[in-house]
């Protein structure tokens, strides 16, 4: 008897599972009714806790063990050899972690919410400082229970669970050179400020016609509703319960015409990423997008590279107009353009454009290393943020709430987590200069409403792989080249000279 | 240590995977894309193989009998004998089903379902058939898997189900008293058709403001929406993730008012029993009300002894008349009364008036029955629907959309399931009854919107109980007497006698 069937069955079976949590906690956010919550909370916890004693027991373990002996001689770069080593790699990071730490872990990430959530709202830092302290030390515990590699740091482990593969040592160049070219970039565009105005995105839009015309632009795109839905969340989200059923959420803002617009661009990314995936890996551990990075890069393509740009406008604007006539019926394409690629430093990171935003992140990637390292502690952390962001953006925030309490990541142990939002920006880039290089028509064939070659393009080139690949050789493979900053710098260059007129 | 806390743990988990399987099929029916279902179908599968795992085990049954002994010196009225008792029942049912059996069935019936939504839509009876047949050949094992009782037989298998100690003895006469009074009141009431016109609830209803009026309505009767939803499906329901979750369903259709004012009504009253649980049972085996006809009196008691009455539109009618105003504004409360009470044969049970709604459900039985005797085969159903159809009802359906393909419980394996419609109609009229004879005020509190006293009288009575009591002694407790048509009976004679002026 082959070993692989019956661990592909057992997969299958906590896979199921997961897809099963994944439909209630989507369900929690858009259609459940308040006081539905607290059974919820139990349900949630009994899928979670079934799936993993059915993944770390005995048996599981025995029958990777087997299935690992009988793919001995199977060729390397197999399916079968993919899921295995994936498999592996979850096993191992199971089965190293106590279970009192993975329940200590929640427990406490459940409370730091509650706690983040209202020290927020009432701008009260302190109150949240203890929780992150706690928090700290856990994922210092959980990085020394997996193992810190011997050429690598603390921060590392953490960063693995979100980007396979992924280590300060590669990052840190990576952001030394956003910096080095973004910096004087954003200098630059500041002191010319007054040439892009995006007065005309915050007049009144209604949130139906919002609604009815980005529906109808992510279908154009190749958004299928028999395999997807849009909902609408408070916090925008992608999710997938299989590769024919993913959904995403947007929210409407009434005075801020880009949110639905972009975000619905930026989840429909995230689906192209789940829809295209091998659906032979479906309910395996192949199934998935493989990196938090790659996923965001698939986000921020569709947001930026294709919605942002000048050749999609001239294809959407006039339709735009079409659906509020009284607000931009006398606007040009070219300063509804400028506007939605208006470039300002601001205290929000949501709410920061294309070129800040990675300052917002560096500024967290230095910070989680700093706490985790105990060089800063959590009692001085809001003056490490403030004097950072006087430092790259030139700002310092009025108040903790537009500062260091703005984001829930940490709050809920999300600590390496952010990184990867940069990193997709960078992948987005280095991806669309690739597509671009194999389709010379592409500029002319988003003018012109022909997604599908770019749509293939992903599908084939990423998207289908799944996690057969760990990112970098994913990147490699997709780009002729490892992660690199380079088509981002000068995409971003090329840009914004153009719209500020450097 | 005792073991009743542990089997309670254990218990409280099988519920939550069932809860969540409750979710994954509301969502099938409301929100999913259409090419989710085939990996719904797994997910599903897998969730209720693991329910029943977890509860078939043998850990589970040890500790079942080790809280049986120790239960034995216990209150026989208590919650905790109950519990055993209904655990009891489960297991010694789910014993003697295999796990096997339990997937195809989970499997078949989930793709059953999208079939059946297809072949209906497209006409198509032909498509379904084979799926028929596979679903009447696994019920026929589930029949003999259980053991068919000496004195009774297999139909009385599947009845047990859905109410437990039910049978086709017990079910027979009453069903015959309902045909000896019904069809020669039928007869009289098609002598004087033309007295009553239903023609007003033909017009054109816009069904957003529909569907504004059915949520108002029922929100003032108590339908919380911090504790449930009102969705739209094609085939309205009523499922609960807990006490405090419960989703309604409805459907709107332009042209016919009464589809989703008294759907709402219907639906709303399965809705009160499940939020009107006893706390205390929830994630336990006494969660849930006990029977479908017990359910079905709630709901059939809303729609049609309050929703249909005369008391209940005095004061709705004018709402309704300011909510279209075009189309009933110079119509009489007495002219709306007479035409949602209109009695006449028709092809669609949801849509039947309250006389002839049995007919049909007795056409299903004698069907039922048929098929899974192997009397009649799937190929030849439609033909014996429509015989029966012109033999009860005096109609033959002109498609079998409007015949055999109208309801979706054949192909979710609901066999053995329509005959508790007919016992909730029963059930209604008896429980209203001891109600009005608990509050003379009724009729009055009614027509002056007091629904909290009728709300807490079935709370207290039925509600709360779960499934504390079998069918048979939760009925006697709340009205004095075992089942019985006579008030039911004398009810219809009465209302009609007075509608039709016979």
């Given at each position: 008897m082959s070993a692989f069937p019956s661990l592909k069955t057992r997969m299958a079976e906590i896979s199921h599972l997961e897809m099963a949590s994944a439909v209630l906690n989507w369900d929690q956010r858009t259609?459940?009714?308040?006081?539905g919550a607290e059974s919820r909370a139990k349900q949630l916890a009994t899928l979670a806790k079934l799936a993993h004693e059915l993944f770390v027991e005995q048996k599981t373990q025995d029958l990777l063990a087997a299935a690992e002996a009988e793919a001995a001689g199977v060729d390397a770069d197999s399916d079968q050899r993919a899921y295995l080593r994936v498999a592996r790699r979850h096993m191992d990071k199971s089965v190293k972690v106590p279970t009192s730490l993975v329940i200590e872990n929640t427990e406490v990430c459940s409370l730091a919410r509650e706690v983040w959530a209202k020290s927020r709202q009432d701008n009260d830092y302190a109150s949240f400082a203890p929780w992150l302290d706690r928090i700290l030390h856990l994922k210092r515990q959980y990085a020394h229970a997996l193992g810190i590699p011997k050429d690598g740091c603390l921060y590392d482990v953490l960063l693995d669970d979100y980007e396979?593969?992924?280590t300060v040592r590669t990052l840190d160049p990576v952001f030394t050179d956003l910096k080095t070219h973004t910096i004087p970039l954003v200098a630059a565009i500041n002191a010319h400020?007054?040439?892009?105005?995006?007065?005309?995105?915050?007049r009144d839009y209604d949130e139906s016609a919002q609604a009815e015309f980005s529906l109808a632009v992510i279908q154009e795109l190749g958004f299928d509703l028999s395999r997807g839905r849009l909902d609408k969340t408070v916090h925008p989200f992608c999710t997938n319960f299989a590769t024919n059923d993913v959904r995403i959420t947007t929210r409407y803002e009434k005075n801020w015409l880009p949110g639905a617009l972009f975000g619905c661009l930026h989840e429909m990314g995230h689906a192209f990423y789940e829809m295209g995936i091998n659906p032979d890996y479906e309910s395996t551990p192949l199934a998935n997008g493989v990196s938090l990075g790659v996923h965001e890069s698939q986000s921020r393509l569709w947001e930026n590279?294709?919605?942002?740009s000048h050749a999609f406008w001239q294809r959407y604007f006039p339709r735009l107009q079409q659906t509020f006539p009284k607000q931009l019926?006398?606007?040009?394409v070219e300063s509804f353009y400028r506007a939605i690629n208006r470039v300002t430093p601001s205290f929000i990171r949501v709410e920061a454009d294309e070129i800040t935003y990675n300052l917002h992140i560096i500024l967290r990637f230095e910070m989680e290393q700093d706490l985790l390292n105990e060089k800063l502690s959590a009692k001085d952390a809001p003056a490490a943020w403030n004097a950072k962001m006087q430092q790259s953006l030139g700002l310092v925030p009025p108040t903790d709430r537009e500062g260091i309490l703005q984001d829930v990541h940490w709050s809920g142990g999300?600590?390496?987590?952010?990184?990867t939002y940069t990193l997709g920006n960078v992948l987005a880039s280095q991806l669309f200069a690739a597509a671009r290089r194999a389709m010379p028509s592409l500029d002319s064939d988003i003018r012109t409403g022909i997604y599908s070659p770019l749509r293939e393009w992903l599908r084939t080139n990423v998207h289908h792989h799944g996690k057969k690949y760990p990112p970098a050789t994913l990147i490699q493979r997709a780009t002729g080249k490892p992660l690199s900053t380079d088509d981002y710098i000068a995409y971003l260059k090329v840009k914004y000279t153009a719209i500020y007129r450097l």
């Open positions: 259609y459940m009714p308040a006081r396979e593969g992924m400020a007054d040439r892009v105005s995006n007065e005309l995105l915050t590279l294709v919605g942002r019926g006398h606007e040009s999300g600590i390496g987590y952010f990184p």
